[in-house]
């Protein structure tokens, strides 16, 4: 199975045996590969009935074992030690979805407003781990961002 660059890129940032809740996940490409070739456990959620029937029909073909699920965002969600992804979204989308207490890794890769997602990423008490710039037919940004509220980590 080949991922495109971008999501490969975003693959390589995933370390085995992760918890992924990937929000967004259209077919779940990204969840199936991580679940075959990186033993991660992969929620994958999409708020399109259609997109979630396409996932469910993606694993099996690839016999990969992920749960995927119809969903708006992260809307009645329990969110444990999951490593949130978000790719493949505009910046105001994915601040609707990650408007909360939340505090989970994040994997975001947004095709709009990338300052507009750092501010956020700043109010939120995040910091940005790493910042991947992908070049595949167009240029994609991919941030890796975690929780440091309250520490002096915060600022970095
Ligand atoms: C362009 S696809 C991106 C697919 C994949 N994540 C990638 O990066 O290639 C965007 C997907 O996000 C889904 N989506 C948009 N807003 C959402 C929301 N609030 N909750 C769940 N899924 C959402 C859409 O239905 C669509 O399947």
Do not use: W
Not at 61 to 84: C, F, M, R, S
Request: overall charge positive; hydrophobic content about 35%; aromatic content about 8%.
């Amino acid at each position: 199975m080949k991922l495109s660059k971008r999501l490969q890129a975003i693959s390589d940032l995933i370390n085995p045996n992760s918890k992924i809740i990937d929000v967004g996940s259209d077919h779940a490409f990204l969840d199936i590969y991580l679940n075959k070739y990186k033993n991660c456990e992969c929620l994958a959620i999409d708020k399109s009935k259609f997109c979630t029937k396409t996932a469910i029909e993606n694993a099996k073909k690839y016999e990969a074992n992920i749960i995927a699920v119809t969903n708006d965002g992260l809307n009645n969600i329990k969110l444990n030690d999951e490593i949130i992804v978000i790719s493949g979204m505009g910046t105001r989308n994915i601040i609707k979805i990650l408007n909360f207490n939340i505090t989970n890794d994040l994997i975001l890769s947004s095709h709009t407003n990338i300052d507009e997602l750092k501010e956020f990423l700043k109010s939120k008490k995040y910091y940005i781990e790493k910042e991947v710039i992908i070049e595949d037919g167009k240029t994609y940004d991919i941030i890796c961002a975690k929780y440091k509220g309250g520490t002096n980590e915060y600022n970095k």
